[in-house]
């Protein structure tokens, strides 16, 4: 980064602060990963400079020689990986991909049904604050007060009586694996469209060891930054029938041009994705949240769903004496990074809710294992037992620092030799 460095030496020193932080803490946002050297530098390159407005063969400017192949490259590795019958790679990111397949088949006013927010929804999946939820008729879904899992008759009793348009499935804070077959009953019972947002467990997928949504759903979205690790961006797809649709939906209708830069990341991701090495991190991925989840219980915490089987743990801190807020600021300080959340039925405000959540894909990518998780899951106790202790949360960081240093992680490899 010599040219960064020589003509603007704030931001380099910023971006190299960043890479130290991303080195030496247990990063344990669900949504966060480290993408390759390899994407990173897809990322950064030329590719960046061009303007392809359009689909490959029916570009609006010239030059496109290049790109043409590019986009294509990445929607066959996409279709290919997932075994979809069409795929878009161009949406900016998850939010927008979301917005456009609302475009696709929705006026507005009328009626989607997704999960609520609090509940571990997405925004985009008819919150109030956001467009999906001010243009439509948003309804939601909740999960058992009892279970904390999703509850499929209440969810036909609630679909049968608001006749969405469009049933979505996909979460964000959700530790368990949505039945889509179910959904699909559901979603043809009451004659919608059904959708499933797969942006946090989509590397799961594409490692095979998660059930795919992909031969159930009309349309599925993902981001391509979380689990599948790839760079900022998203992917729709959908059933051949409904190509047109989504494609006139992305471009003109949300968007502008492509950022190809990101579209030639997307297919090196994908690419990553399709290896043999890709399926043992998505089975560790796994492996390192039930451990964790293992650890935590015995620990007496209180696991939503009492444990997960996916990439992420939501974690009831009522019997613990702090807040959510309080835990994932205490744990920042001791260099594990995580964030606070709402549990279902949380009776405390949204920016200081009762729980936190804490997900293994970037961990994994950097090689923690079982024996890691389980140095992961005392240190996160004794955080909690000692939060108000700042000589205890310094202490603690510079052990996490240690052992971090073991683990280079991707695209950061370069730090090891310093
Ligand atoms: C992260 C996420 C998105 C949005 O992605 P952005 O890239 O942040 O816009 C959409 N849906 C779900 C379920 C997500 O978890």
Do not use: W
């Not at 979380?226 to 998203?234: D, F, I, N, Q, T």
């Not at 807040?323 to 009776?347: F, M, R």
Request: contains cysteine; aromatic residues 8%.
């Amino acid at each position: 980064m010599d040219s960064v460095k020589d003509f603007d030496p704030v931001i380099y020193s910023l971006i190299k602060q960043e890479e130290q932080r991303q080195a030496d803490k247990i990063r344990m946002i669900a949504s966060e990963n480290y993408a390759s050297k390899a994407v990173l530098e897809t990322t950064g390159s030329v590719l960046t400079n061009k303007y392809s407005e359009g689909y490959a063969g029916k570009r609006y400017y010239e030059g496109q020689q290049i790109i043409d192949q590019i986009e294509e490259l990445a929607i066959q590795r996409a279709k290919d990986l997932f075994g979809a019958e069409h795929v878009n790679v161009q949406p900016y990111s998850g939010s927008p991909a979301n917005i456009a397949v609302y475009l696709a088949f929705l006026q507005p006013g009328d009626t989607i049904l997704g999960m609520a927010l609090p509940h571990g929804g997405h925004l985009t999946h008819g919150a109030k604050v956001s467009l999906s939820g001010r243009y439509f008729n948003a309804q939601s879904y909740e999960l058992d007060p009892a279970t904390g899992r999703l509850n499929y008759d209440a969810i036909r009793e609630k679909a049968k009586t608001v006749r969405p348009k469009i049933i979505i499935a996909g979460h964000s804070a959700y530790p368990r694996i949505p039945d889509f077959k179910i959904f699909r009953e559901i979603a043809d019972e009451v004659g919608a469209l059904f959708m499933v947002d797969m942006a946090h467990f989509a590397g799961l997928v594409a490692g095979g060891v998660h059930p795919s949504p992909v031969p159930y759903a009309d349309v599925v979205t993902t981001t391509t930054h979380k689990s599948l690790r790839g760079p900022r961006g998203a992917m729709i797809m959908c059933k051949a029938k409904y190509a047109a649709a989504i494609d006139k939906a992305v471009f003109p209708g949300v968007q502008g041009g492509p950022h190809d830069n990101t579209t030639a990341a997307i297919a090196v991701a994908l690419k990553e994705a399709s290896s043999n090495e890709f399926k043992q991190y998505a089975t560790q991925v796994l492996k390192n949240a039930s451990t964790l989840a293992t650890a935590l219980i015995e620990k007496g915490f209180k696991l939503i769903t009492e444990g997960t089987e996916n990439h992420l743990l939501l974690v009831d801190l009522n019997n613990k004496g702090l807040s959510g807020k309080q835990a994932a600021k205490a744990l920042d300080k001791a260099g594990i990074v995580l964030n606070s959340n709402a549990v279902p039925y949380d009776t405390r405000k949204p920016f200081d809710p009762s729980g936190i959540r804490m997900g293994t894909p970037a961990l994994t990518s950097r090689g923690f294992k079982e024996p890691e998780m389980l140095q992961v899951a005392e240190l996160i106790d004794q955080v909690i037992r000692n939060f108000k202790d700042e000589d205890f949360l310094s202490q603690t960081a510079k052990k996490v620092k240690t052992l971090c240093s073991a683990f280079p992680a991707p695209g950061l490899e370069h730090l090891q030799n310093n």
